[in-house]
């Protein structure tokens, strides 16, 4: 696995961390599950990192391996029926630990190539079977390391320059021409690659000449133990929310593509109409800008809705379901989503979710049956749609009910197990070639 400028370990919610680091992270795991050896190669961000972190397989007994044992799978030739192999995390150094923005890795690409290919050199030959890059970053080391392995490609965008660009807020800034040119690269070299949606497939083949037959449509998956209905009112007085106030929440990076601005203006619309004006729970930090969170701050301070604005740090996983748990309705106003894995994870958690219509989201909110899909970015129609969600608690349950058993779909082993298709058929493509 390559996940060049973000890595599985890191926090979601915050930079340039987000969805992907949750799909790269559940993915090697469901995948590990099934007797699969994962290595991830990701850029080292702080000379105080570990060269390798080492995430614990078990045994057939379902026991933590010991250092022996996992030596001895990560090592050996075939993995033991029931047994989780180890997944490794490797950390390469490629340009400063420090201050360089996403924009600025085009130039280090190099150095991060030249990591993973010594890596392997360290290795028996032919030891890894497949590269599977995430990201259009990736993609470019993936496609020098899978040549020089003679190994098949498998790659998955995430989010595409094209589509984002499309759809770019207010006073955003265009994805460069130069990533457009690279994920065109990735798109011809990739043995195959992955969508999450198939919107997100027709998006390859019609806006990157991808060849349709190479494009495999796989959902990502949701940790279905964890994000699991609760009680509202008893996950309300653990996090400190007042149970008699209705609670609409946002989780996820504070930036103009992920629309948190929306939510802000719809409250102002509420006030002004007199409409009850739910709290508003942004957790998340900034993203692109260092400023982004004071500037939603300031905006609902202008607005005249601050007392009605929360914002939160992101937190870890199992905290994250809480406030699924404790929130009436989450809410993506998004301009741009591949998929939506915030909607998937609130849904398994039993709430609905008020989404826009777009990209992925289409598909992973169920329209009048987990949640409601909102055209466009108005204000007016977003203080609507929430007022409507808010105002009828029988029609709300009967969508947390309907979000529950809609998110079954997307569990992380049903995924692994479409993901380990498209490895073979990725493979006999490179055969065939």
């Known amino acids: 696995m390559l996940s060049v400028h973000t890595s599985p370990l890191d926090q979601p919610g915050i930079g340039d961390a987000g969805g992907?680091?949750?799909?790269?992270?559940?993915?090697?795991?469901?995948?590990?599950?099934?007797?699969?050896?994962?290595?991830?190669?990701?850029r080292a961000t702080s000379s105080a990192l570990p060269?390798?972190?080492?995430?614990?397989?078990?045994?057939?007994?379902?026991?933590?391996?010991?250092?022996?044992?996992?030596?001895?799978?990560?090592?050996?030739?075939e993995v033991e029926v029931g047994v989780v192999p180890p997944v490794l995390v490797?950390?390469?150094?490629?340009?400063?630990?420090?201050?360089?923005?996403?924009?600025?890795?085009?130039?280090?690409?190099?150095?991060?190539?030249?990591?993973?290919?010594?890596?392997?050199?360290?290795?028996?030959?032919?030891?890894?079977?497949?590269?599977?890059?995430?990201?259009?970053?990736?993609?470019?080391?993936?496609?020098?390391?899978?040549?020089?392995?003679?190994?098949?490609?498998?790659?998955?965008?995430?989010?595409?320059a094209r589509v984002k660009n499309a759809s770019l807020a207010p006073g955003d800034t265009p994805e460069p021409h130069g990533r457009t040119i690279g994920e065109e690269q990735v798109v011809?070299?990739?043995?195959?690659?992955?969508?999450?949606?198939?919107?997100?497939a027709r998006d390859l083949v019609e806006l990157y000449g991808a060849d349709a037959d190479r494009v495999h449509t796989v959902a990502p998956g949701v940790d279905l133990d964890l994000f699991t209905p609760g009680d509202r009112i008893a996950a309300r007085a653990r996090l400190g929310l007042d149970a008699s106030r209705p609670v609409v929440l946002f989780a996820g990076r504070v930036q103009p593509l992920k629309g948190p601005d929306v939510l802000v203006?719809?409250?102002?619309?509420?006030?002004?109409?007199?409409?009850?004006?739910?709290?508003?729970?942004?957790?998340?930090?900034?993203?692109?800008?260092?400023?982004?969170?004071?500037?939603?701050?300031?905006?609902?301070?202008?607005?005249?809705?601050?007392?009605?604005?929360?914002?939160?740090?992101?937190?870890?996983?199992?905290?994250?379901?809480?406030?699924?748990?404790?929130?009436?309705?989450?809410?993506?106003?998004?301009?741009?989503e591949s998929f939506g894995l915030v909607a998937a994870e609130a849904q398994a958690s039993g709430t609905p979710v008020l989404a826009t219509r777009v990209g992925g989201l289409r598909s992973v909110v169920a329209d009048g049956v987990s949640g409601r899909l909102v055209d466009g970015h108005d204000?007016?129609?977003?203080?609507?749609?929430i007022a409507a969600m808010l105002a009828d608690d029988a029609a709300r349950a009967i969508l947390g009910r309907g979000a529950r058993?809609?998110?079954?779909?997307?569990?992380?082993?049903?995924?692994?197990?479409?993901?380990?298709?498209?490895?073979?058929?990725?493979?006999?493509h490179r055969a065939a070639r």
């Not at 090697?28 to 991830?40: K, M, Q, T, W, Y």
């Not at 011809?188 to 997100?200: K, M, P, R």
């Not at 204000?379 to 749609?385: H, I, K, N, R, T």
Request: aromatic content about 6%.
């Open 20 to 42: 992907m680091n949750v799909y790269v992270s559940g993915l090697s795991h469901a995948l590990a599950r099934r007797g699969a050896r994962v290595e991830i190669f990701t």
């Open 51 to 77: 060269e390798t972190v080492v995430l614990p397989g078990t045994d057939a007994d379902g026991h933590i391996l010991d250092r022996e044992q996992a030596r001895a799978i990560l090592l050996g030739d």
């Open 90 to 160: 490797h950390h390469v150094p490629a340009g400063p630990f420090e201050g360089l923005d996403k924009s600025d890795l085009p130039g280090q690409l190099c150095a991060m190539t030249a990591g993973v290919l010594r890596s392997e050199a360290a290795r028996a030959a032919g030891w890894y079977d497949v590269v599977h890059s995430h990201y259009w970053l990736s993609g470019q080391v993936g496609w020098l390391a899978a040549d020089r392995w003679d190994v098949p490609l498998v790659h998955t965008m995430h989010t595409m």
């Open 188 to 200: 011809a070299e990739a043995d195959a690659l992955i969508a999450s949606t198939d919107a997100e």
């Open 265 to 336: 203006r719809a409250l102002a619309v509420l006030r002004a109409s007199g409409r009850p004006v739910p709290t508003l729970v942004v957790l998340g930090g900034p993203s692109g800008r260092p400023t982004a969170v004071r500037e939603l701050a300031a905006l609902a301070a202008v607005s005249g809705v601050s007392e009605q604005l929360t914002i939160r740090p992101p937190v870890p996983r199992p905290a994250l379901a809480d406030w699924y748990r404790a929130a009436d309705v989450v809410a993506m106003p998004s301009r741009s």
């Open 379 to 385: 204000p007016e129609a977003w203080a609507d749609a």
């Open 405 to 428: 058993e809609h998110a079954q779909q997307f569990g992380w082993d049903v995924a692994a197990e479409a993901v380990l298709r498209v490895y073979d058929a990725a493979r006999d």
